[in-house]
């Protein structure tokens, strides 16, 4: 690695999806340091792989949920109280079927579909603000077209 490479900042580049069912919205919960905590199906996007990839596979992965991607929600940026940054894509998506037996990635808890109301009641146990966020800007109808993310030499 060259000096200038050093020097240069990298947030941690994220996925989720905001997936809706009769009015109730997929969650996960998850175990992070201890502390049990509510988010979208989300994670950090993995070598060549494209964020619309990496916002499936989180979501099957953590939920065992397959879903079809239907909008980019929009682009948040965060900061963490520990000081992590990072930059998280948040797609729209309809859930397609679920794999009940399948296992969940390390960490998370359960699955579980909950109404707004819900959500913002427990407030106090979401990971990131950017949760609730997620799940308003989805009724608000905010809807970017899916070809608004585009991908360059990832998996050939």
Known sequence: MTELEEDVWRPHVTVATVVPREGRFLLVEEDVRGRTVLNQPAGHLEPDESLLDAAVRETLEETGWDVALTCLLGVQQWRSPSGSQFVRF???????????????????????????????????????????????????????????????????
């Open 90 to 156: 948040t797609f729209g998506a309809d859930a397609l079927r679920h794999e009940a037996g399948r296992p969940l990635d390390a960490g998370i808890l359960r699955a579980l579909w909950l109404s707004r109301e819900e959500i913002a009641a427990d407030a106090a146990r979401l990971r990131s603000p950017m949760v609730l966020a997620s799940i308003d800007d989805w009724l608000g109808g905010r809807r970017l077209p899916l070809d608004s993310v585009r991908s360059f030499s990832v998996r050939p």
